[in-house]
């Protein structure tokens, strides 16, 4: 069963439960898609844990909610990477509101080498390119690189088209390529692998 845009088996079944307002439903739709929802919460809303669990409970609110909604034109999968995309734009519209305007991350010290502590750096330094994105650029980007989403999926998930799912893709290209350029050297030379969790 892969919840990544290709259809549950039984998902007919399973919507039809889950409209009835069957419990053991609702749990089985949850469990298929929590972890994929909240994984990208968690990259859309800068690794913020508490943000990502905020957003996918609001995802399976409006998701449980809105069932007579879902036209069943894509995917359940689909469907819920769009309910994603809105709950994690809206919750960062709600955490930028209650952000104190002067608020300055704190740098912690610790006894990692210079190797691991370069690596961490790297790796701050990837992840503040991907922040500044545009938030629409962003999760274009979340869904083809860390959920190998296929253009189409994307697309529907973000309800755009195929063309404009690639146009984002490639001003991401340029936009990372710009901001990370000074460290080229450093990310090429295999000291750091990129990956979301680094």
């Known amino acids: 069963m892969d919840p990544c845009g290709e259809r549950l088996d039984g998902e007919a079944g399973l ?9 053991e439903a609702l749990r089985r739709l ?10 990208i919460a968690l990259h859309y809303l800068n690794g913020c844990a508490e943000a990502a669990e905020d957003a996918t409970s609001e995802v399976f609110i409006r998701a449980f909610t809105r069932l007579d909604q879902f036209r069943g034109d894509c995917s359940l999968g689909t469907w819920l990477y769009r309910l994603t995309a809105n709950a994690c734009l809206d919750e960062l519209r709600r955490r930028k509101r209650l952000r104190p305007a002067d608020a300055v991350a ?6 990692r080498t210079d190797r691991e ?11 503040c390119a991907l922040d500044s994105l545009p938030p629409q650029i962003r999760m274009t980007v ?3 690189h860390f959920e190998e989403l296929s253009y ?9 088209s195929m063309g ?15 901001r990370l350029a000074p460290l080229r050297g450093e990310l090429a030379d295999g000291d ?3 990956s979301p969790d680094t």
Do not use: F, P, Q, W
């Open 192 to 194: 750091m692998a990129c």
């Open 30 to 39: 949850y469990d298929a898609y929590r972890d994929r929802v909240y994984s």
């Open 106 to 111: 704190e740098t912690r010290a610790d006894s």
């Open 117 to 127: 502590y370069r690596r961490v750096e790297l790796g701050e330094a990837v992840r």
């Open 152 to 160: 189409e999926e994307i697309a529907k998930a973000l309800n755009c």
């Open 142 to 144: 979340l869904l083809k």
């Open 164 to 178: 404009t799912v690639a146009s984002r893709l490639n001003r991401a290209h340029k936009l990372l390529a710009r």
């Open 15 to 23: 919507l039809a439960d889950c409209r009835s307002g069957d419990r």
